[in-house]
Nanobody, 121 residues
Framework: HVQLVESGGGSVQAGGSLRLSCAAS????????LGWFRQAPGKVREGVAS???????YYTDSVKGRFTISQDNSKTTLDLQMNNLKPEDTAMYYC????????????????WGQGTQVTVS
């Protein structure tokens, strides 16, 4: 049973930084891609960033140059360093995992965490 548990959300002023973490457990085998997604009130969930087992990263345009996704060598901890935060970054942030090739398409992720709130004022 795969579990993803996010932490690190909070409230910050515009221009500030936060670091989100996701602890992953319960994998048995198989290639998996980890990613961060977010959902603002009244908006659809969107992909923010992803990282492949080989370390290839993808970022949505709105966060390029500000956010950095990383994972530890054991691939059990996923982080998202968020710098120069903007009010439009306010959302619930979710960690997700997909077995197979990487994609930030919301509807094909296999596992989801419960989310952590990020509020930028």
């Amino acid at each position: 049973h795969v579990q993803l548990v996010e932490s690190g959300g909070g409230s910050v002023q515009a221009g500030g930084s936060l670091r989100l973490s996701c602890a992953a457990s319960g994998y048995t085998s198989g290639t998996r891609c980890l990613g961060w997604f977010r959902q603002a009130p009244g908006k659809v969930r969107e992909g923010v960033a992803s990282i492949s087992p080989g370390g290839y990263t993808y970022y949505t345009d709105s966060v390029k140059g500000r956010f950095t996704i990383s994972q530890d060598n054991s691939k059990t901890t996923l982080d998202l360093q968020m710098n120069n935060l903007k009010p439009e970054d306010t959302a619930m942030y979710y960690c997700a995992a997909r077995l197979g090739y990487c994609s930030t398409a919301v509807n094909i992720q296999d596992y989801w965490g419960q989310g952590t709130q990020v509020t930028v004022s």
